[in-house]
Antibody, heavy 118, light 110 residues
Framework: EVQLVESGGGLVQPGGSLRLSCAAS????????MTWVRQAPGKGLEWVAN????????YYVGSVKGRFTISRDNAKNSLYLQMNSLRAEDTALYYC???????????WGQGALVSVSS | QSALTQPASVSGSPGQSITISCTGT?????????VSWYQQHPGKAPKLMIF???ARPSGVSNRFSGSKSGITASLTISGLQAEDEADYYC??????????FGIGTKVTVL
């Protein structure tokens, strides 16, 4: 059974940093693109970033470029999102998803909540 | 990249069919046959319902179907049931090697 479990969320002040992790199981992580998608409270879904199987290609939504970094450790079956210079508008539930053949997410975790507030 | 345009809400009675539209541009929906649809119940993670415009993942009811014409994709739910009440989001691959979601549509079963 495919499982994705996010961790690392919490409350952080504007300008601060946070690192999200996603533990993957039930499939071979090294054979899939992986993605982060976020959802602000009461709002819709927003694609944030994705990373190729070997980490050689990474893409970001414009609003996080230069501030967020997606990475992975296939040996540890883990996906990460390093978030720096956080802003109030980054407050959201962050989902880790397994991407598949031009599909943003065929399996989703339950999400990690990030709150940016002073 | 602007969000894809969806109606804010669509409603129908049990047994009826409803269609949700999703309009983009030539840089996303119009450029690829890579449109997917997600169902999200309150407090739950999204679930993939349709991919590659019209394909259904294993386990998804055949009451859900997808199509595309030009820069507009559509999701049709036939034989509407109470459990179909949820938010629905379209998503498209883009020419920037990124993805863009729609603004979401709330489906109400009357």
């Amino acid at each position: 059974e495919v499982q994705l479990v996010e961790s690392g969320g919490g409350l952080v002040q504007p300008g601060g940093s946070l690192r999200l992790s996603c533990a993957a199981s039930g499939f071979t992580l090294s054979t899939y693109w992986m993605t982060w998608v976020r959802q602000a409270p009461g709002k819709g879904l927003e694609w944030v970033a994705n990373i190729k199987q070997d980490g050689s290609e990474k893409y970001y939504v414009g609003s996080v470029k230069g501030r967020f970094t997606i990475s992975r450790d296939n040996a540890k079956n883990s996906l990460y999102l390093q978030m720096n210079s956080l802003r109030a508008e980054d407050t959201a539930l962050y989902y880790c998803t397994r991407a598949s053949a031009a599909v943003a997410g065929d399996y989703w975790g339950q999400g990690a909540l990030v709150s940016v507030s002073s | 990249q602007s969000a894809l345009t969806q109606p804010a809400s669509v409603s129908g009675s049990p047994g009826q069919s409803i269609t949700i539209s999703c309009t983009g541009t030539s840089s996303d929906i119009g450029g690829y046959n890579y449109v997917s649809w997600y169902q999200q119940h309150p407090g739950k993670a999204p679930k993939l319902m349709i991919f590659d415009v019209s394909a259904r993942p294993s386990g998804v009811s055949n009451r859900f179907s997808g199509s595309k014409s030009g820069i507009t994709a559509s999701l049709t739910i036939s034989g509407l049931q109470a459990e179909d009440e949820a938010d629905y989001y379209c998503c498209s691959y883009t020419t920037s090697d990124t993805y863009v979601f729609g603004i979401g549509t709330k489906v109400t079963v009357l």
